[in-house]
C-alpha cells in the first residue's frame, strides 16, 4: 500500500519567517495530496490541495509544490504568524477508493 | 457553513466494556470515513462507506469493533470490548464522491 514520511516531526519558527514541510510518497498512482491543519483538541482542517496534473499551487500565504518524478510534496508557510501555531498534515490518494494515507504529522511552533 | 457532526466529544470507560460513537456528515455527501488517530500520529482509515455500503474495513479489527451505515447517512461506530490500546482519537468525515474530505471534530476515547 501507500507510504507517506514527513519532515521535520516539529518545527520552530520565529513570526513572519518561512515554513517549510516535506514529504514523500511510495505509490507512483497517487493522483490527490491534501494538507490538514489540526489545532488541540479538534478534526484536521483541510488548508490546500494539490492535484498531480498540477506542480504548484497558492493561496495567500501558503503553496503547495509537487514532483511527481522525485514523488514528493512540500508546504510552504511565508510571513508565519503565532494562529499557524498547530499540527499539520500530508496526505496521498491513491486514485482509486478515495483512501487517503497521512503522513506522521509536523508540530509546527510561531514564537512571537 | 456545513459541517461533520460528531457525539460523544469526550468517553472515558473501562476496559472490556462496550462504546460506541455517531457521526452525522455532511449533507449530500455519499462517503462517509471512520479514522482512528493515536496521540502524535497521523490518521488512520478503520472503515469507508459508500451510501450504506462498506467499500473497505481492511484495517478494521472487525473482533471487536464493527460499523454501520443504515440508511446511508449517519454512522456508528463500535467497540466491545475496549481495550487499554484503543485509546485515541476517532474522526469522523465526509466526502462527496472521490473528493475532498471533511472531518468531524473527532471523540476522544480513554480507556482504563
Known amino acids: 500500500g501507500e507510504n507517506v514520511e514527513q519532515h521535520p516531526s516539529t518545527l520552530s519558527v520565529q513570526e513572519g519567517d518561512s515554513a517549510v514541510i516535506k514529504c514523500t510518497y511510495s505509490d507512483s498512482a497517487s493522483n490527490y495530496f491534501p494538507w490538514y491543519k489540526q489545532e488541540l483538541g479538534k478534526g484536521p482542517q483541510l488548508i490546500i490541495d494539490i492535484r498531480s496534473n498540477v506542480g504548484e499551487k497558492k493561496d495567500q500565504r501558503i503553496a503547495v509544490t509537487l514532483n511527481k518524478t522525485a514523488k514528493h510534496f512540500s508546504l510552504h508557510i511565508t510571513e508565519t504568524q503565532p494562529e499557524d501555531s498547530a499540527v499539520y498534515f500530508c496526505?496521498?490518494?491513491?486514485?482509486?477508493?478515495?483512501?487517503?494515507?497521512f503522513g506522521g504529522g509536523t508540530r509546527v511552533l510561531v514564537k512571537p | 457553513e456545513a459541517e461533520v457532526a460528531q457525539s460523544p466529544r469526550y468517553k472515558i470507560t473501562e476496559k472490556s466494556q462496550a462504546v460506541a460513537f455517531w457521526c452525522d456528515p455532511i449533507s449530500g455527501h455519499a462517503t462517509l470515513y471512520w479514522y482512528r488517530q493515536i496521540l502524535g500520529q497521523g490518521p488512520e482509515l478503520l472503515v469507508q462507506?459508500?451510501?450504506?455500503?462498506?467499500?473497505?474495513d481492511s484495517q478494521l479489527p472487525k473482533d471487536r469493533f464493527s460499523a454501520e451505515r443504515l440508511k446511508g447517512v449517519d454512522s456508528t461506530l463500535k467497540i466491545q470490548p475496549a481495550e487499554l490500546g484503543d485509546s485515541a482519537m476517532y474522526l469522523c468525515?465526509?466526502?462527496?464522491?472521490?473528493?475532498?474530505?471533511?472531518f468531524g471534530p473527532g471523540t476522544r476515547l480513554t480507556v482504563l
Open positions: 496526505a496521498a490518494r491513491i486514485a482509486a477508493g478515495n483512501k487517503l494515507t
Open positions: 462507506f459508500q451510501d450504506e455500503s462498506v467499500v473497505d
Open positions: 468525515a465526509s466526502s462527496r464522491r472521490q473528493d475532498v474530505q471533511f
